[in-house]
């Protein structure tokens, strides 16, 4: 009979050797790379609702949405009726701004991208951006552990020389390594501009999702804009035709 050292010796023998330890930076990289594929997939459409809560309006608008790879995307308001059919389409690097009260397209240049998107807290670039967090950023884990009885990796990223990004840094805190919690945004001077949280855990099309994201400018703490998924399905075949200005001008 086989003695039990012989039993474990065998057995190291057949197990395959461990993979090579994965480094924090790779670490880093592969659980960014999931979240961008998370919200993004091959393409995507969905119905959104917006709320916005400034001191002097509240209001709502419902939102109909596509994408397609990380260069194509387009918004249009649904409701309410008298902003019905404004649309904003990102087709390669070009953004064009549609508002059927004046018939106008408008292009957006570079400097108009941080402007509020239709008075809401959210700017233009965050309503069309599409590229990947690993483009425009160095990533590093700067915390793995507990908080408020969640298992959260933070992440600190910082812009690359190179990228044409407004942020000085941008701290993201992710729960069980593939669910956003939190974004802090800071400005080029290391203030804090704005928090931007994630709640309400919803399945799409098979991912589990947070349907509600809110932004909260830090200077106006009272204000916020919250965005709330309704329906989102993803890698769904949508026409190259969607993404043109007639398309945008499309009532």
Known sequence: MMNKPMIVLLAALILPFPA?????????????????????????????????????????????????????????????LKEKDAATLKSGNDIFTYLPQTDRTIRLTSGMMMGSWMGSHFTNDDLVKESRMLDDYFAEIT???????????????????E????????????????????????????????????????????????????????????EYTEVVHESLEFDIKLPDELFSLASLRKK
């Open 143 to 161: 915390f793995a552990g507990t908080r408020d009885g969640m298992n959260i990796m933070e992440f600190t990223l910082m812009p690359k020389p």
């Open 163 to 222: 990228s044409a990004v407004v942020w000085g840094k941008i701290i993201l805190s992710v729960k069980d390594e593939n669910i956003p919690v939190k974004e802090i945004y800071y400005d080029e001077e290391m203030n804090i501009a704005r928090t931007m949280t994630f709640t309400g855990l919803k399945n799409f099309s098979g991912r589990t999702i947070p349907a509600v994201l809110k932004v909260v400018p830090s200077d106006k703490p009272d």
């Open 20 to 80: 090579a330890a994965e480094t924090p930076r790779e670490k880093a990289a592969r659980i960014l790379d999931s979240i961008d594929e998370m919200w993004r997939g091959d393409s995507s459409h969905g119905i959104m609702l917006m709320r916005v809560k400034t001191r002097n309006y509240s209001r709502s608008l419902k939102m109909e949405g596509w994408s397609k790879g990380k260069d194509r995307s387009l918004v249009r308001i649904i409701l309410p």
